[in-house]
């Protein structure tokens, strides 16, 4: 990630797909979790922030870190200018005081970032072939020697894919070849044997030509027995943001054999939709079970590189915005009182969907694309009603009968048992009158196939993931 000076590049593309459905449990306000670190703990997740030295000294700063936060990333300081402005001449001071603090109050570190083609001082681009890399290998083992045994991942190399999938041909690239990434990776490893090893990079949210890049990269190295632990996805979004194949990305780096995590999450926008993508990328990661955690670009958009988009957590005066209830609630499970999202088909990796946002009572349900508007946004109360829109508009799911095939609607809500429905641990969704299970016409997985009930039976189209 670039210093702050730079402008939003961030894009894309995301969430959905998995072959694993996300347990929905019905949970409960006494049982939840009250902080973001908190509440990641509880699945043995870490959820971190950005973290400024020189924000170091505002109290209001430290606070909110220290209370909702069990990790940290330096944003700047470990990055080459700064810990090498001249050739082993190292300045490890402004990390440390944001380590020696992370560390004392219990929360693991990421380092950020050993090896990127930005914030590289003047000496080393002066540099060739062997003198090159002896540069680079010295400047691995300095650093992350100096923290040997303090530092849960590195992100060993950073931002090294142009868009199209290739090589980025920076000057490194250019004069040693792909076999640096390689050498910063086995370098690494044994400057710091314990520390998780990272790959990280922006626009990867979705499966992409960049992404994919980066998959086959990962799969060689691991063919190869090449030491990478760990894929980072800076996930720098806007509210709205097409996510549809953001978890079906997480899952298949994780089937690689590495560890998957959220790395510079930010969200231009505000209010509900902000929420929305918010909440879309937390039940992405708690989907997939080696997304082992996430970490916000910053703690308040006062000082955020994307600080015009408001696009963290807290507002400028530390306030807790309506996207830090959603994350507060999506990491607790999405449980008990009223979290709203998606509901999507394991199966088909589409969310259940009104037509044309209808609000007529008897509207038949189907499966369509996963978006962020009204008619996909689903939310369950603690009495198992599942209900969508608010206020008069306010329907919930209902069924046509009690039978196979019964197809599955909206309706006014009324409180009967024909409009509660069981989350189970394995995905499924019971509806409480007629003990059938929610399923996908036929297993069908188009856009429009009908969604109905039918004895519950495990498979994949009965399987739901959200909320």
Known sequence: MRRRTRSATAALAA?????????????????????????????GRYFGAAISASHLGEQAYVNTWGAEFNSATPENEMKWDTVEPNQNQFNFAPADRIVSQARSRGMSVRGHTLVWYQQIPGWVSRLNGNDLRSAIANHINQVAGHWKGQIHSWDVVNEAFEENGTRRQWFVQQRLGDGYMEEAFRTARAADPNAKLCYNDYNTDGINAKSTGIYNMVRDFK??????????????????????????????????????????LDVGGSGSAQAAT?????????????????????????????????????????????????????????????????????????????????????????????????NQQWTRSTSGEISVYTGDSKRCLDTSGTSNGANSVIASCNGGNNQKWNVNSNGTITNVQSGLCLDVNGRGTANGTKVIIWTCNGGTNQQWTGL
Not at 15 to 43: F, I, N
Not at 234 to 263: C, E, K, P
């Open 15 to 43: 969430a959905v797909l998995s072959t694993t459905a996300l347990v929905l449990l019905p949970g409960s306000a006494e049982a939840a979790a009250s902080t973001l670190g908190a509440a990641a703990a509880q699945s």
């Open 278 to 374: 918010y909440r879309t990328v937390v039940q992405a990661c708690m989907a997939v079970s080696r997304c082992t955690g996430i970490t916000p670009w910053g703690v308040t958009d006062k000082y955020s590189w994307r600080s015009g988009d408001t696009p963290l957590l807290f507002d400028g005066n530390y306030n807790k915005k309506q996207a830090y209830t959603a994350v507060l609630d999506a990491l607790n499970g999405g449980g008990g009182g009223g979290g709203d999202g998606t509901l999507r088909s394991v199966s088909a990796g589409k969310c259940l969907d009104v037509p044309n946002s209808s609000t007529s009572p008897g509207t038949q349900l189907q499966i369509w694309d996963c978006h962020t508007n009204a």
């Open 223 to 264: 063919s190869r027995g090449v030491p990478i632990d760990c894929v980072g996805f800076q996930s720098h979004l806007s509210q709205g943001a097409n996510l549809s194949s953001y978890q079906a990305n997480l899952q298949r780096f994780a089937d690689l054999g590495v560890d998957v995590q959220i790395t510079e």
